[in-house]
């Protein structure tokens, strides 16, 4: 608690033949900057400390179920294509990988358990200190089965669930609120940490009713915020980026408990939504899952998922945060 100094308060009221314009505008000092011992008040932090954690978590997401090679050739599709992608983006610092599989002969997003041994086995081989967030979930007849095999299989440590039904591009996403519950549960069950992966601020307090209020999931909670995709958030320009994304993130702090939000490199924000997550003290997601574009107001396609963390992490320190290691990020979720 600062206090007046009225040592200095004594000085100046007994110094009355100086102006006090030309005081006030005089050297040596303009301003101080710093915690001023030698002004009007003492010990009062004049310029206080941002309360940004230093540790951010870089996770790429190299392949999703929304682009094809025609809306961005560099998209991983084969197996040895999302392998490659993943073991460049690791290479560059990744924290995490963020994990689906493609069918093959389809381009389709499928959960094969076969697929994914053939991605993960070898990555997990050679960098086993990874922390593998993979996507179960179940899409048609038979799949239920299937994740709860890739779930005893030990695949991953972390997977999402969508507490959403909504528009996203011209598809209906929809996980209704049973399976929803069954799968975190199922996810806890076998040692994974639950991700909620929500698309606008309503599926933030779907999260709330479904999966925090009943003690579904545990602190601390993690999000992953999937903003200005079509059908989600609206970000056409950067004001209503800077509005969605911040209301978007109060509306998950405002949730009582320990959180910790991802916010994603998503749709034409792109690189600029990552930025300004990191400014809020988020954590980021980047890749050729979410977007296309590597700027919102340019049509350069993403190239390389390892260019990408890689370009982040150099942001992250511009920033003065560093990017955490997976067993930071393993410590600071609670796995």
């Known amino acids: 608690m600062g206090h007046v100094n009225e040592e200095w308060l004594e000085e100046r009221m007994d110094s ?3 102006s006090g314009y030309s005081y006030a505008y005089g050297l040596p000092e303009m301003a101080d900057l710093t915690t001023t011992e030698y002004g009007p008040t003492k010990d009062v932090d004049v310029l206080p400390q941002w ?18 090679k025609r809306q961005n050739p560099n998209q991983p599709i084969e197996p040895q294509e999302i392998r490659k992608q993943t073991e460049d983006a690791i290479e560059a610092g990744a924290a995490s990988v963020h994990l689906h599989v493609r069918d093959p002969d389809t381009g389709m997003n499928t959960l094969d358990r ?26 048609g007849d038979g799949d239920w089965e299937v994740m709860e095999n890739i779930f005893e299989d030990d695949l991953f440590e972390i997977s999402p669930v969508n507490p959403t039904a909504a528009f996203l591009g011209d598809t209906v996403l929809y996980e209704p609120p049973d399976e929803i519950i069954q799968r975190t549960r199922l996810m806890k069950e076998n040692g994974l940490k639950t991700m909620m992966a929500v698309y606008t601020d309503g599926d933030v307090d779907n999260a709330r009713r479904y999966l925090i209020e009943p003690d579904v999931v545990e602190e601390p909670y993690l999000w992953a915020v999937l903003p200005g995709l079509p059908g989600t958030t609206t970000m ?11 209301y978007q993130v109060e509306r998950i702090r405002e949730i009582p408990g320990e959180h910790e939000i991802f916010v994603c490199a998503a749709g034409r924000a792109s690189s600029y939504v990552a930025t300004l997550g990191m400014l809020l003290g988020c954590h980021v997601r980047v890749g050729t899952e979410d977007s296309i574009y590597k700027y919102p107001h340019k049509d350069d396609r993403i190239e390389n998922n390892g260019k990408e963390v890689e370009r982040y992490g150099q942001l992250a320190k511009t920033l003065g945060r560093e990017p955490a290691t997976p067993d930071e990020y393993r410590e600071l979720i609670g796995l």
């Open 51 to 68: 309360d940004i954690p230093e540790k951010v978590v870089i996770a790429a997401a190299p392949v999703g179920a929304f682009v094809s």
């Open 114 to 139: 076969d697929l994914y041994h053939e991605v993960l086995d070898p990555l997990q081989e050679d960098h086993s200190e990874i922390v593998y967030d993979g996507t179960t979930i179940p899409f």
């Open 236 to 246: 056409h320009n950067p004001k209503a980026m800077v509005e969605g994304l911040k």
């Open 16 to 18: 009355r033949e100086l």
